[in-house]
């Protein structure tokens, strides 16, 4: 074990602290069940619904036009017309209708020249509608004029592999653009959504309220539990905004279990929660689910925070966040099995930080299940969840900050992260969790950084770090901002080693980055804190 000490005196760096843009957007959306056969009818008709099940009174409030609306555009003045036959009275009178039942309205389009609906749903009509070029000229008609709430901006027009025309721009530079658009228009508060089917950059942050990160969902377990998989190691990045794991499948052909997995892990996980079924012919069992408040509060939690992965045994999965306050002995826990098979799954208090009688209470059956140490097991069927409240006497320090926890800063799913040196969590068997950061370094933003990392009282502590070293590698260990302390990390063959680093950390949140601008760093596992 290669051993450095140092002490550093740390300082405070601004905006650690979690601070959640909104709460996830909740409402419906027209597209997975009518994909482009909308009309103005339909539409009110989803937003009536909406509120005679009383969907409004828990928080559901967006009523969302996906693509399909399209009739083209005014070669002449550029204008964006709107679907003769589908919306023969435009869209006044629809967003008018939505906003009259105290809901909000939301709005479609691409960032490109063409939608999606144009390149693969056959609407034909839709030729040139994306807002490529028609920014200002698009974002006044649909906020000034019609007075949308939210805009949906897809990708299908902004790249190649996706668009007829075969026409490509880069999807940072469009957005921002597209936001600036929005702002122009002068009215506060208009929600974007990034559609660009993978986590796009931590830019994206600055530029959106919600980001899309997997391509589209479709109504099978395969596709629930794929999406699920791609967010489990992002909950880093939605610390001021969300991933969206795209419109809800509930209520329509899932099993009740799968449909309560999906909707649960959503909500736990701070997805957007848009209803994609027909609202005007929902089942009980599927209102009941959508009304479930106690599932719904860990989705609408003010902190903001993503479900982490707190454990990963064999197939299933323990996930855990803070609600209500941060660092509290109250926690939501998730115990996730996407395997074909029931397992029972083994919740240990010392992976989610609590400690003494902990509490259990049973989110899907609103039901206290009494007090429990040191363990709670549980059988989950295949493709269950099981979600609790756990409220412990003790709230310990944590300890162990995995990898795949951590932020990023050139973190991005767009293009191949070999290909264009930025770094990627990547699955590992000898790793804990199973998975490990990788491709770190080379330039100063493929750093890693555990943001939130937290000391009761404050102090020195050791900084152990498990890492993978293919040859001889450095490191270097940067707390609070302050100088970063060279780590050397010899070569560790086929497994993992220790290195160690002393730091003294302030009473609260610390920030810890590993970092390396000139070469190649050792690979990630995890970092545990030891107090001294
Ligand atoms: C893309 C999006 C979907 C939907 C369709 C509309 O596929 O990812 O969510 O908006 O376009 O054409």
Redesign the pocket.
């Known amino acids: 074990m290669n051993m450095i000490r140092c002490i550093l005196s740390g300082l405070v760096m601004s905006g650690l602290m979690v601070a959640a843009k909104d709460v996830p957007v909740m409402g419906w959306s027209s597209?997975n069940t009518y994909r482009v056969n909308i009309s103005d009818s339909l539409i009110m008709g989803q937003a009536d619904a909406m509120v005679r099940h009383g969907l409004d009174s828990v928080g559901y409030r967006f009523i969302n036009i996906?693509?399909g609306y399209f009739g083209g555009r005014d070669t002449a003045t550029g204008e964006l017309l709107i679907h003769p036959t589908r919306f023969p009275g435009g869209l006044k009178p629809v967003v008018d209708h939505i906003h009259s039942l105290g809901l909000r309205a939301g709005i479609?389009s691409d960032a490109g020249v063409s939608?999606?609906?144009f390149n693969?749903?056959n609407d034909t009509i839709a030729r040139n509608v994306g807002l490529y070029g028609h920014e200002i000229q698009d974002c006044r008609m649909f906020f000034g004029d019609l007075g949308f709430d939210f805009i949906?901006v897809?990708y299908?027009g902004g790249t190649a592999r996706q668009n007829k025309d075969h026409l490509s721009f880069d999807p940072e530079e469009r957005y921002r653009i597209i936001r600036e658009a929005m702002d122009a228009t002068g009215r506060g508060g208009l929600l974007l959504n990034v559609?660009r089917?993978d986590y796009p950059g931590t830019w994206v942050d600055e530029v959106a309220d919600s980001w899309?990160m997997s391509t589209?969902i479709n109504c099978s377990w395969r596709s629930i539990e794929n999406i699920i998989r791609q967010n489990l190691y992002l909950s880093a990045y939605a610390e001021r905004g969300h991933n969206d794991m795209?419109m809800l499948e509930v209520g329509r052909t899932l099993t009740d279990e799968e449909d309560r997995t999906h909707f649960g892990m959503w909500c736990i996980m701070s997805s957007p929660l848009l209803i994609g079924c027909d609202m005007t012919q929902l089942r009980p069992e599927t209102l009941r689910l959508l009304k479930n408040t106690e599932l719904i509060a860990l989705n609408q939690d003010p902190l903001g925070l993503q479900a982490y992965v707190a454990s990963h045994d064999g197939e299933t999965y323990v996930l855990v966040k803070d609600v209500d306050e941060l660092y509290g002995a109250s926690r939501a826990v998730a115990l996730y099995n996407p395997s074909d098979s029931p397992d029972t799954v083994t919740l240990r208090f010392s992976d989610i930080d609590l400690d003494g009688k902990v509490r259990m209470r049973d989110l899907f059956e609103h039901k206290d299940l009494g007090s429990f140490e040191d363990e709670f097991s549980v059988e989950v069927p295949a493709h269950g969840v099981r979600i609790y409240r756990a409220v412990g006497d003790i709230r310990k320090e944590r300890s162990v900050y995995e990898a795949e926890t951590a932020y990023m800063t050139a973190y991005q799913e767009l293009y191949n992260p070999v290909a264009v040196g930025t770094a990627a969590y990547m699955p590992d068997s000898l790793c804990s969790g199973g998975v490990k950061a990788a491709n770190l370094g080379y330039r100063p933003d493929n750093d890693i950084v555990w943001r939130h990392v937290r000391s009761e009282y404050g102090g020195g502590y050791e900084l152990q770090f498990a890492v993978m070293s293919d040859g001889d590698r450095e490191m270097y260990v940067s707390v609070n901002g302050g100088p970063g302390t060279l780590v050397k990390v010899p070569d560790s063959g086929s497994g993992l080693s220790t290195v160690s680093v002393d730091a003294d950390l302030l009473p609260g949140d610390n920030a810890v980055r590993l970092y390396n601008d000139g070469a190649v760093m050792p690979e990630v596992d995890k970092m545990e804190l030891v107090k001294k």
Do not use: L, M, P, S
């Open positions: 597209w996906d693509d479609y939608t999606c609906g693969w749903d949906k897809d299908c559609c089917w899309r589209d795209d």
